[in-house]
T-cell receptor
Framework: DQQVKQNSPSLSVQEGRISILNCDYTNSMFDYFLWYKKYPAEGPTFLIS?????DKNEDGRFTVFLNKSAKHLSLHIVPSQPGDSAVYFCAASAPYGGATNKLIFGTGTLLAVQP | DTGVSQNPRHKITKRGQNVTFRCDPISEHNRLYWYRQTLGQGPEFLTYFQNEAQLEKSRLLSDRFSAERPKGSFSTLEIQRTEQGDSAMYLCASSLALNFDRAWYGYTFGSGTRLTVV
């Protein structure tokens, strides 16, 4: 049972354009969402997060949008740069006082930014 | 650099052998996690420690797997009688507890140990 889904295995965009990566989830108990970026042979690195009490969070070129009613979130990268080429994982958690803060990951989307 | 350190980076072992991986978390982080990632999949939760206590284990963690975190510092993950299906990237991560008053930055992952069972 895949609770966090990234339905696009790959995405190719031109440098300078917008990259939009999508993620859907099924568990309404999730209330914190994160995006991680992963280069080959390295561990995932944190990119940006959003709490369920918000619908948007922005950090420089990266913006995450959350639509709770649709159980959908998206990561926008503007403008895209070749160094953004990596696998992007969406992750969700249901943190509540003293709990595990276990993250459930999607299967990832490989972003290729063409120069 | 005070990131999460994992050793070894790569391990090739014969089926049936035992292997042990080590993780050194960020020193001030009290939470430590082990995840496993196979090709084409996202990381899957294996187990979680808060300080030295192992508080949760996934169904993925069969009896052949054991993890420890003595004194709440480094952690080890041991796989006994390895099988070819154990071949994966084993990721360790650490974090502080979530504080609802500020943004949570999730975990800090190590670079992982890639296990190949032949």
């Amino acid at each position: 049972d895949q609770q966090v889904k990234q339905n696009s295995p790959s995405l190719s965009v031109q440098e300078g354009r917008i990259s939009i990566l999508n993620c859907d989830y099924t568990n309404s108990m999730f209330d914190y969402f994160l995006w991680y970026k992963k280069y080959p042979a390295e561990g995932p690195t944190f990119l940006i997060s959003i709490s369920s009490i918000k619908d948007k969070n922005e950090d420089g070129r990266f913006t995450v949008f959350l639509n709770k009613s649709a159980k959908h979130l998206s990561l926008h990268i503007v403008p895209s740069q070749p160094g953004d080429s990596a696998v992007y994982f969406c992750a969700a958690s249901a943190p509540y006082g003293g709990a595990t803060n276990k993250l459930i990951f999607g299967t990832g989307t490989l972003l290729a930014v063409q120069p | 650099d005070t990131g999460v350190s994992q050793n070894p980076r790569h391990k090739i072992t014969k089926r049936g052998q035992n292997v042990t991986f080590r993780c050194d978390p960020i020193s001030e982080h009290n939470r430590l996690y082990w995840y496993r990632q196979t090709l084409g999949q996202g990381p899957e939760f294996l187990t979680y420690f808060q300080n030295e206590a192992q508080l949760e284990k996934s169904r993925l963690l069969s009896d052949r797997f054991s993890a420890e975190r003595p004194k709440g510092s480094f952690s080890t993950l041991e796989i006994q009688r390895t099988e070819q299906g154990d071949s994966a990237m084993y990721l360790c991560a650490s974090s502080l507890a979530l504080n609802f008053d500020r943004a949570w930055y999730g975990y800090t992952f190590g670079s992982g140990t890639r296990l190949t069972v032949v």
